[in-house]
């Protein structure tokens, strides 16, 4: 069987880098995209590997004008689980998330928060809330 895949769409390079290397490392299959148009250049199906299970958004892609692609984006890969990284001094974007991760975080914590999503969806007992994040020095 293949591994779960997980969409990351994350604007900044590194952080998506860095979290996406943290989930191939855990047995995950991460890809990346730094916008949702680009998200949507993603296969729902691709030989070889397994659907779209999760989508980790990052609030700073959703900006008005996008909204619409990110209804598309869920359809396209069969309403997937829905994780947000939102920003903590913001108000929390319209939607319904399954998970939703108050940045600063770190790369372990949110890698963590997409593992315990992603056991909620086999039936291994629901998800419990993300603790809050640290703070980072």
């Known amino acids: 069987m293949s591994p779960a895949r997980i969409l990351l769409v994350m604007p900044e390079h590194w952080p998506r880098a ?8 855990r047995g995950y299959d991460a890809v990346g995209a730094p916008d949702l148009p680009t998200a949507l250049l993603v296969r729902p199906v691709e030989p ?22 990110l209804e598309r984006l869920l359809s396209r890969h069969r309403n997937p689980r829905r994780l947000l990284l ?19 975080a770190l790369i372990g914590e949110i ?6 999503e992603l056991r909620s969806d086999e ?15």
């Open 86 to 104: 939102a920003r903590a001094q913001l108000e929390t974007p319209a939607g319904s998330w399954d998970q939703i991760v108050r940045r600063p």
């Open 48 to 69: 070889g590997r397994g659907p779209v299970r999760l989508i980790a958004i990052d609030q700073d892609v959703m900006v008005e004008p996008q909204s619409r692609l």
């Open 123 to 137: 039936g291994a007992g629901p998800a419990i809330a993300a603790p809050p994040a640290a703070p980072k020095l």
């Open 18 to 25: 860095l979290l996406r290397a943290e989930l191939i490392e």
């Open 111 to 116: 890698a963590g928060a997409i593992e315990l």
